[in-house]
T-cell receptor
């Protein structure tokens, strides 16, 4: 089944403890993105990648890192999480030129 | 700057009534436009997209949208809604490169 898989689905962590949210797609898509969704703010892009080793900042990149070493994987790294990063995170992927992004099921992160 | 603007944050309708969810886009951006739906506690699902060609786009679940260049609009319509259409709907556009940016969302609530 064609899909974008995020792990974990739920995560509660403490301030400052490094964490990684994984994202993997099995559709050979070139484009991948990370979004966060917050009440009243909608979906905001954190980082995006147009291909392996090509990444760029979105609208809210502060406090996040990404890497794209393989086409299928696009992990989101929080080196020192803070409570304002408590949010619902989505990974998405798309074929180059198609733009019809497929979204993962989301990761609900709580930083205490 | 916001690329798309959704004009209604909440739209309540009765079952079997028609519905229109409104979206205006910035004329300075590329005219790749999308509608996504998010059911409670789920990820986003692509309803339909406009990249080029016919201005009337048909999507899944009986939804359609019309690209109107003169009014810079991309409104989503359904002639008869069901309870199961209750969800949040997002209009989106592709800006520079592969960047997909979203409107603020419209909560559609279908009442019996």
């Amino acid at each position: 089944e064609a899909q974008v898989t995020q792990n974990p689905r739920y995560l509660i962590t403490v301030t400052g403890k490094k964490l990684t949210v994984t994202c993997s797609q099995n559709m050979n898509h070139e484009y991948m993105s990370w979004y966060r969704q917050d009440p009243g703010l909608g979906l905001r892009q954190i980082y995006y990648s147009m291909n392996v080793e090509v990444t760029d900042k979105g609208d809210v990149p502060e406090g996040y890192k990404v890497s794209r070493k393989e086409k299928r994987n696009f992990p989101l790294i929080l080196e020192s999480p803070s409570p304002n990063q408590t949010s619902l995170y989505f990974c998405a992927s798309s074929l180059k030129g198609d733009y019809g992004y497929t979204f993962g099921s989301g990761t609900r992160l709580t930083v205490v | 700057a916001q690329s798309v603007t959704q004009l209604d944050s909440q739209v309540p309708v009765f079952e079997e009534a028609p519905v229109e969810l409104r979206c205006n886009y910035s004329s300075s951006v590329s005219v790749y436009l999308f509608w996504y739906v998010q059911y409670p506690n789920q990820g986003l699902q692509l309803l339909l997209k406009y990249l080029s060609g016919s201005t009337l786009v048909k999507g899944i679940n009986g939804f359609e949208a019309e690209f109107n260049k003169s009014q810079t609009s991309f409104h989503l319509r359904k002639p008869s809604v069901h309870i199961s259409d209750t969800a949040e709907y997002f209009c989106a556009s592709v800006t520079s490169g592969s960047r997909l940016t979203f409107g603020e969302g419209t909560q559609l609530t279908v009442n019996p």
